[in-house]
């Protein structure tokens, strides 16, 4: 409360207007609070037991279809699969794929509420394991001959991928350390994670022994170690469950990348990749090292979120070329369902890259937040949406273009991933600017979701199990974490994920300004207090802003404060 002293010079020569027009001193309209609002009677209807009973199976009966819906759509996907399938190996990918997706179906329901932005971090990070596709593009075709300087378009694609993936590894997992250090108390206990590379080192000299000592057989040592990738890669996740293992979680992670790179580096061996391939390799990957750790090191706390926007771009381009690359190299001799996943790869890797892209710009500032209100925009989507689907019938049957145009089928291969390319990178950016800011963390969970689906489609192009487990892993869990996401701030999921559709941006306002009735209820640190003593029950939501403010320590403090005085206190 403060008071005005109307004989105050100041307030004398003061100028208020409102709409437009002055109304000081003249024209004073007194607040008057609006009337109560008048008591409605309300009746209670009371049920028969058969209406009861009636309600209750009406309700059965809906979840019961709902769930039948979705089954019968993913049978017909499983037959769809099952009649164009080209190889058994694709059906066991398949099974594998399926069982990992089950897995992180299941582990990321159970991280908190606070822990959403490391895990987007953590699986961001994971994500660069399209390096794996990019690293076998630079082994195919190799030989002793080979210079260090790309000497094809494969290669070359191969190249930049290894470089973007590596940037994208190195930052990612940095940026996620720095976000879980936000949980660390000052006097937290000593962790001695150096102990696990002991595990891993076992692991890395039985693929030493098996490439250099003739020990065994190389190949199902490599399958053995992308095993134990995946496993540390699912356990990850389920660390990032609660705040006491979720620094283990990111560890498990590191882990579970470099198995799997060590494993791809054999996969190079057994491909015949000469010296060169693996030098490449190696410059590439200390390239990307080098420059995502420097990337992630000059960030701060609130930085983070969108330099994880800014690392989903690396994946989806690096995916775009590992696809154009393995097309550019073998575009004779590919199969149906080949050919599938690596459009399927270019069209998914571009939506990532351009959408995070004006994820990070709207984060950071640098563009506007406001949603983008392009006239007919649901309709210039579809449109989009239709010429990648056009644009995928002319990749795969390039014969049926070929007859109408007399253009040559490779021609119209490789135009049509050009297009996939260009559209759907314009369409990731127009969905994504079509969402305002306040909405861009559930954006950036849609988009992890996607850089997981591009792992997938990059996974059974490549007929690499480790891929589909791992984009598995990453693609379920960043769709479940966006329907959690959606849920908690009233968002219809599908408006998001399709930029907005189904409502109108461009319709402006009518008539007179809206006036804003009800109480406002305020709150100081001394009614706070008071709040807290009296109640029996208490719920604390946390997020990640608590952590930014390096609050959740004294939060933690008045928690346990609480729980001594006999409250039931927990954290939602």
Request: net charge negative; with cysteine.
């Amino acid at each position: 409360m403060f008071e005005i002293d109307l004989n105050d010079d100041a307030v004398q020569n003061m100028l208020i207007s409102y709409d437009g027009e002055a109304r000081w001193p003249d024209k004073i309209t007194p607040f008057s609070p609006p009337p109560p609002p008048q008591a409605q009677a309300t009746s209670v209807v009371e049920l028969t037991e058969e209406e009861k009973k009636a309600l209750v199976e009406k309700k059965n009966r809906d979840g019961f279809l709902k769930n039948s819906f979705i089954a019968s759509g993913a049978a017909a996907a499983l037959v769809a699969f099952g009649l164009t399938a080209d190889s058994p190996s694709a059906v066991s990918l398949l099974a594998t794929f399926s069982l990992a997706g089950l897995a992180g179906y299941q582990v990321v329901w159970g991280v908190a509420p606070a822990l959403h932005s490391p895990l987007m971090a953590v699986t961001n990070a994971i994500s660069g394991m399209t390096a794996l596709g990019a690293m076998l593009l630079l082994a195919h075709g190799s030989g002793d001959s080979t210079s260090l300087i790309p000497d094809s378009p494969s290669h070359w694609m191969g190249a930049i991928a290894t470089t973007l993936s590596f940037v994208n590894i190195a930052g990612g997992f940095l940026v996620s350390g720095k976000m879980l250090n936000l949980f660390r108390r000052p006097d937290d206990p000593q962790e001695f994670f150096e102990f696990y590379g002991v595990p891993v080192a076992i692991i890395l000299a039985g693929l030493g022994a098996a490439a250099f000592g003739e020990l065994g057989n190389l190949g199902l040592m490599s399958g053995s170690a992308a095993i134990a990738s995946s496993i540390l890669c699912i356990s990850a996740i389920a660390c990032l469950a609660n705040q006491a293992t979720a620094r283990t979680g990111n560890v498990l992670g590191m882990a579970g990348v470099a198995l799997g790179l060590a494993s791809t580096a054999a996969d190079m061996e057994l491909a015949g990749a000469s010296v060169t391939a693996f030098e490449q390799v190696g410059i590439m990957g200390g390239l990307g090292t080098t420059i995502g750790a420097v990337l992630a090191s000059g960030v701060g706390p609130t930085e983070l979120p969108q330099t994880v926007a800014a690392f989903h771009s690396l994946v989806g381009l690096a995916a775009m070329g590992g696809a154009a690359g393995e097309y550019l190299g073998n575009s004779d001799a590919l199969a149906m369902g080949t050919l599938t996943s690596i459009y399927l790869a270019t069209l998914i890797g571009g939506v990532t890259f351009a959408g995070s892209i004006v994820a990070f710009g709207k984060l950071s500032g640098m563009m506007n937040s406001a949603p983008l209100q392009l006239p007919g925009r649901d309709q210039l989507n579809i449109g989009m949406l239709a010429t990648c689907a056009l644009g995928m019938a002319a990749f795969l049957s390039p014969e049926i273009v070929g007859t109408i145009t007399s253009m040559d089928a490779s021609v119209v291969g490789l135009a049509s991933l050009g297009l996939v390319g260009v559209v759907s990178s314009v369409l990731g950016w127009h969905l994504t600017a079509s969402i305002g800011g306040a909405d861009m963390p559930v954006v950036i969970t849609v988009l992890n979701s996607y850089s997981g689906w591009a792992l997938v489609a990059e996974g059974f192009l490549l007929n690499n199990p480790l891929l589909a487990q791992v984009g598995a892993l990453i693609g379920f869990s960043g769709a479940i974490l966006t329907w959690i996401m959606c849920e908690a701030m009233g968002r219809n999921i599908v408006s998001v994920i399709l930029g907005g559709a189904g409502t109108d941006n461009t319709a402006k306002a009518a008539g007179p300004a809206v006036e804003i009735e009800g109480e406002i209820t305020t709150a100081n640190v001394d009614a706070v207090a008071d709040a807290l003593l009296e109640a029996r029950n208490i719920i604390i939501t946390p997020g990640y802003g608590l952590a930014v403010a390096q609050g959740q320590f004294a939060v933690a403090d008045m928690a346990k404060k609480l729980k001594a005085m006999g409250k039931n206190v927990r954290f939602g």
